[in-house]
């Protein structure tokens, strides 16, 4: 998969590649990001690749994605 944007860029989701909306890369208070008080379950967390973990957060699309395909089972 490739995007226009370079992988070592934090401010884009490490599994669809868009923008993550994390307030760190955005120059803010990291306490004020949304993801400060999302579960981010560890099955979703495992997918993100190895070179990318703890470099750049998951969005709120593949975590509502996520919360959407495992509340079907």
Not at 7 to 29: S, T
Not at 36 to 62: E, H, Y
């Amino acid at each position: 998969m490739t995007h226009a944007h370079s992988h070592a860029d934090g401010g884009f989701c490490p599994l669809c590649g868009q923008p993550n909306g994390c307030a760190i890369p955005a120059g803010e208070d990291p306490y004020d990001c949304w993801c400060m008080t999302a579960r981010i379950p560890q099955d979703l967390r495992d997918r993100v690749p190895a070179d990318r973990r703890g470099k750049a957060c998951i969005c709120r699309n593949c975590l509502d994605a996520y919360k959407k395909e495992h509340s079907k089972v």
